[in-house]
């Protein structure tokens, strides 16, 4: 889960990272009141989405008058930021962080990722930040530094201080470099995060640090036993199909195709994804029905698939363990009803309950195409698109 820039500073100060002094703003008004509240002769003005890329997005800017801060926080609400890292859709400006401008010597890049290969929090910094990572890792690699941190001892002094000269700092730099990589370690792993990230992390005029920008995700696994975490969800930045498929207990994920899936288990979801491909299709979507789906779940699984235009024709794989496949196959016909369907419906059913299930699909009457392997299912399913069944 993402939070906010303005969040992830909050949190990360708490934990003794330096941030510039600023203030939420929810309409250009308030923005501009909160640039005089601050004080000062400048300030940046900065979207708050959950995305990278703002900068070059025209999504922050450094404002000299508290009108110059309400009038351009008024380009940004309501609008959709369009970055390197969203969709064409773009996310939504709702929200506007007003801070005091910084005065900038040299941007730094430091980042706290989950490093799979040695399962362990590993540190990534450069000495030349401001740029994305993957431009950073593009342009200039040999700039990266790398540091893995062992859970049992946890980030040791004499790293961090290597991993500060190692950027080239010196002097009370090197003490406080230090100083915010322990807070974010500490941050990072007191509050089970995923990721944490300042770029830029830029020495000051006065040779200070201070965190400029500020990234956090957290693992969703362990919201249970982060409410304060959790309670910084905000579902304006989600895709509302999947934040809707979330809520109905569905694992749902837009995609670029046109044929919707209704599948269990993430593993068939992607086998079957893989199959239709093979035969020359593209899917919608990925979805994850979950154990046990009940008929109103499958409806619930086929309202969200039909939420997205694109799609031509549903296919149904289901391999019934927990699940029963007389109960999915009463969703399918039910959602013919309650949903009003009219695409072509493509099932394969297999294991528990599998020939109640293919009767109440016979016994319905309705033009839906039934497949015996996943191989079939995919074909049909190729082949059905743009041409509706007749009844
Ligand atoms: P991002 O593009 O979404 O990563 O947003 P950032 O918060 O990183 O801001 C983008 C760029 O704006 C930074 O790399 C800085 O160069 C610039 N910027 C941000 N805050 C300030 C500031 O206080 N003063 C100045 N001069 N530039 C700033
Ligand atoms: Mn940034």
Not at 6 to 16: D, N, P, S, T
Not at 265 to 282: P, Q, R, Y
Not at 285 to 310: H, K, M, W, Y
Request: proline share 4%.
């Amino acid at each position: 889960m993402d939070i906010h820039e303005y969040q992830a500073k909050e949190i990360l100060a708490g934990f003794g990272v330096p941030v510039p002094r600023g203030g939420l703003a929810y309409s250009p008004e308030q923005a501009g009141y909160r640039a005089r509240e601050l004080g000062g002769e400048a300030w940046v003005v900065k979207a708050q989405i959950h995305s990278g890329g703002r900068g070059e997005a025209g999504g922050v800017k450094l404002c000299r008058s508290d009108e110059e801060v309400r009038s351009y926080a008024s380009t940004l609400f309501g609008k959709n930021l369009v970055t390197k890292q969203t969709d064409a859709a773009g996310k939504g400006v709702y929200r506007v962080w007003v801070e005091t401008a910084s005065d900038i010597q040299q941007e730094l890049y430091l980042g706290f990722v989950l490093d799979r290969k040695t399962e362990r929090i590993m540190i990534v910094a450069s000495a030349h930040g401001g740029m994305e990572i993957e431009d950073l890792a593009e342009d200039d690699p040999e700039s990266l530094r790398r540091m893995v941190i062992d859970p049992a001892v946890g980030l040791a002094e004499y790293q961090a201080r290597e991993l500060a000269f190692s950027l080239g700092l010196f002097g009370g730099q090197v003490a406080q470099m230090v100083s915010v990589l322990h807070a974010c370690y500490r941050a990072y792993r007191d509050l089970d995060a995923m990721m944490v990230e300042i770029n830029p992390l830029v020495i000051t005029g006065t040779g200070d640090l201070v965190a400029l920008d500020a990234k956090m995700s957290f693992d969703t696994n362990a919201l249970y036993r982060r409410p304060q975490v959790a309670a910084l969800r905000d579902p304006a930045q989600e895709d509302p199909r999947e934040a809707t498929a979330a809520d109905n207990g569905l694992a749902y994920v837009g995609l670029d195709g046109d044929i919707g899936c209704i599948i269990n288990g993430a593993g068939l979801a992607m086998a079957t994804m893989d199959m239709i491909k093979l035969s020359g299709g593209e899917p919608a979507n990925f979805l994850d029905i979950g154990g046990g789906a009940s008929p109103e779940r499958v409806c619930q699984a086929f309202r969200t698939v039909l939420t997205d235009r694109n799609v031509q024709v549903v296919l149904v794989n289901i391999f019934a363990g927990i699940n029963r496949c007389d109960w999915i196959a009463k969703g399918v016909v039910q959602a013919y009803k309650d949903v009003g369907l009219t695409l072509p419906v493509v099932v394969r059913l297999a294991g528990t309950n599998v020939k109640e299930g293919q009767e109440i699909v016979r016994a319905s009457g309705l033009p839906i195409v039934t497949a015996d392997t996943l191989a079939e299912a995919a074909q049909a399913a190729v082949a059905h698109r743009c041409t509706p069944v007749a009844a």
